[in-house]
């Protein structure tokens, strides 16, 4: 049985009372081509997608996003920064914080129509005092357009990139989507999801019968696996990105670009390992073209102050996975910028 709570309005309507000012979207677009011009190869620039794993109470994150955008005017001709701006939390037992979206204060109930004021809020917020737009997580594709013209960058989950759905609205997305491989490390699974989304589709959703041209920019996230006894297995290493240079090739997709997710199973949530990884990574860029061209970045979970926490008692410290603290990111990113 469904009890009815409350009603949520359409995504036009939110849209139609809380809009993206003019001056902003002039930003959005900007950053937009951007971020595109990276994935599609018309940049040699690195994007790093990098902020806390969950954004779980807005002053902290604005304070982060703006120290950021203060950052970027440092490494703007290297890397593009994208802050990221995570509102929906993926629970593997289906109960915990599931995020802003769904509970915009996480020490009360879910809230789901106070959360998408809240994220709205808080994204505007965000391009308006550091001029980055932000990456979420599409966790549930009907509500992607409550927020989809605030955003530079989209990632698929490791849990959703099988899904139909997550593909099918992925290939009408106007920014790039990043698909991570999924839980059980599949490199074909993840090609196919990219596939799929790249193509043109017509499905249902909420509501209507919708058609997509495809998102050409549609490309792949690697996060590590998890083997069937929860270990964790990398896949950020030299081989394996190319097994997916080999699997691009093999294809036919267009735009071939990986992401490196250096948290999560590539790093065991052993946050510190984050700035191994990102090291190991550009030596190989230096070591093989291919690799160069096909590694268009990074994901970094970070935000001001480093590890987690179970409670929100430390000001800009995660409620869920472990992050770098700003100190390591600020020179993790500023190192970075000097090997591209």
């Excluded at 081509?33 to 990276?38: A, G, Q, T």
């Excluded at 987690?308 to 472990?322: F, M, W």
Aim: include cysteine; charge should be neutral.
């Amino acid at each position: 049985m469904f009890e009815k709570q409350i009603k949520i309005p359409d995504p036009e309507q939110i849209l139609a009372e809380m809009p993206l000012p003019e001056n902003l979207k002039k930003i959005k677009a900007e950053r937009d081509k951007l971020v595109s011009d990276v994935i599609s190869g018309k940049s040699d620039k690195l994007i790093m997608i990098v902020g806390p794993c969950s954004a779980h109470e807005a002053a902290p994150v604005l304070d982060y996003v703006e120290r950021l955008g203060k950052l970027n005017e440092k490494v703007k001709d290297k890397i593009v920064l994208v802050p990221r701006i995570y509102t929906n939390k993926p629970r593997t037992k289906g109960v915990g914080y599931k995020g802003m979206f769904s509970q915009p204060d996480p020490t009360k109930s879910e809230d789901i129509l106070k959360g998408i004021y809240a994220i709205r809020s808080l994204n505007i917020k965000a391009i308006e005092s550091s001029g980055l737009s932000a990456a979420d997580e599409m966790l549930y594709p009907a509500n992607i357009h409550y927020v989809d013209d605030l955003l530079s960058y989209i990632a698929v989950g490791a849990r959703s990139s099988e899904n139909q759905l997550h593909r099918l609205v992925a290939s009408g997305i106007e920014v790039p989507v990043g698909v991570k491989n999924p839980m059980g490390g599949s490199i074909l699974v993840m090609l196919n999801s990219i596939y799929a989304a790249q193509s043109g589709q017509t499905f249902k959703l909420n509501g209507w019968q919708v058609k997509t041209n495809g998102n050409k920019l549609a490309h792949a996230i690697l996060r590590g696996a998890v083997d069937s006894y929860g270990n964790d297995i990398p896949n950020f290493h030299y081989e394996n990105v190319m097994q997916v240079v080999e699997g691009y090739a093999q294809s036919g997709l267009e735009h071939p670009a990986v992401i490196i997710d250096a948290n999560h199973s590539n790093s065991g949530k052993k946050f510190k390992q984050q700035i191994r990884i990102c090291e190991e990574v550009m030596q190989n860029r230096l070591y093989n073209t291919d690799f160069k061209k096909i590694v268009k970045g990074f994901m970094i979970e970070s935000f001001l102050e480093e590890g987690n926490q179970s409670e929100d008692k430390v000001y800009g410290k995660s409620i869920t996975d472990p992050c770098l603290g700003w100190c390591d990111t600020e020179r993790l990113i500023l190192d970075i910028a000097e090997k591209v």
